[in-house]
Nanobody, 112 residues
Framework: QVQLVESGGGSVQPGGSLRLSCAVSGFFVSVAEMSWYRQGPGKERELVAAITSVSGTTTYADSVKGRFTISRDHAKNMVYLEMNSLKPEDTAVYYC?????WGPGTQVTVSS
């Protein structure tokens, strides 16, 4: 069964860090473009980071460049989003995506 399941969300103070994980089943992350999206309160869903299938080239939204890192583990068939220097505006539900497959999302709240 093709499925994406996110984990690792939570509440953190500004300046803190979190690592989100996306467990992939039904296909291999090594041959799929993977991405992370987020949707903040009252906002549209937006692309945060992506990693291409073969070369592993990464791209980031301007708002997270230098703070977030997308990566994948072929052996574990997982995709990660390392988030550092978190800001209140990073508060959102974060989704893992591949093509037309979406995970259910994980909530990230950044607040003092």
């Amino acid at each position: 069964q093709v499925q994406l399941v996110e984990s690792g969300g939570g509440s953190v103070q500004p300046g803190g860090s979190l690592r989100l994980s996306c467990a992939v089943s039904g296909f291999f992350v090594s041959v799929a473009e993977m991405s992370w999206y987020r949707q903040g309160p009252g906002k549209e869903r937006e692309l945060v980071a992506a990693i291409t299938s073969v070369s592993g080239t990464t791209t980031y939204a301007d708002s997270v460049k230098g703070r977030f890192t997308i990566s994948r583990d072929h052996a574990k068939n997982m995709v990660y989003l390392e988030m550092n220097s978190l800001k209140p505006e990073d508060t959102a539900v974060y989704y893992c995506r591949s093509a037309n497959i979406w995970g259910p999302g994980t909530q990230v709240t950044v607040s003092s």
